[in-house]
């Protein structure tokens, strides 16, 4: 059993920044892609960013590029997403999200086995 616990979210202005970590156990964490998703009030839950195994390829929404970064580090088995240029439709819960497959359907919410409990993240105007 793999588990996904986030931290970093919060209260943040319009223009600001907040990184997202994600510390992941019960699995080698190498042999995990890893993702953000995130669900605002009344909407679906949507692909954030998602980034390979060896953390050389990175996927983003078009929402969020170039405002956004996904990184790993695997010596300390911890995922990241930094968020500059936060906007208020930023706001959401960000569920951070493994899978131990291929990685292909990064996007899709069925590809992850394992998702965190989420953290609250809002952008104020």
């Known amino acids: 059993q793999v588990q996904l616990v986030e931290s970093g979210g919060g209260l943040v202005q319009a223009g600001g920044s907040l990184r997202l970590s994600c510390a992941v156990s019960?699995?080698?964490?190498?042999?995990?892609?890893m993702g953000w998703f995130r669900q605002a009030p009344g909407k679906e839950r949507e692909f954030v960013a998602a980034?390979?195994?060896?953390?050389?390829?990175?996927y983003y929404a078009d929402s969020v590029k170039g405002r956004f970064t996904i990184s790993r580090d695997n010596a300390k088995n911890t995922v990241y997403l930094q968020m500059d240029s936060l906007r208020p439709e930023d706001t959401a819960v960000y569920y951070c999200?493994?899978?131990?497959?291929?990685?292909?359907?990064?996007?899709?919410?069925?590809?992850?086995?394992?998702w965190g409990q989420g953290t609250q993240v809002t952008v104020s105007s």
């Open positions: 999200v493994a899978d131990p497959g291929y990685g292909v359907q990064y996007a899709k919410v069925g590809t992850y086995d394992y």
């Open positions: 019960g699995r080698i964490f190498s042999r995990l892609n």
């Open positions: 980034i390979r195994k060896s953390g050389a390829i990175t």
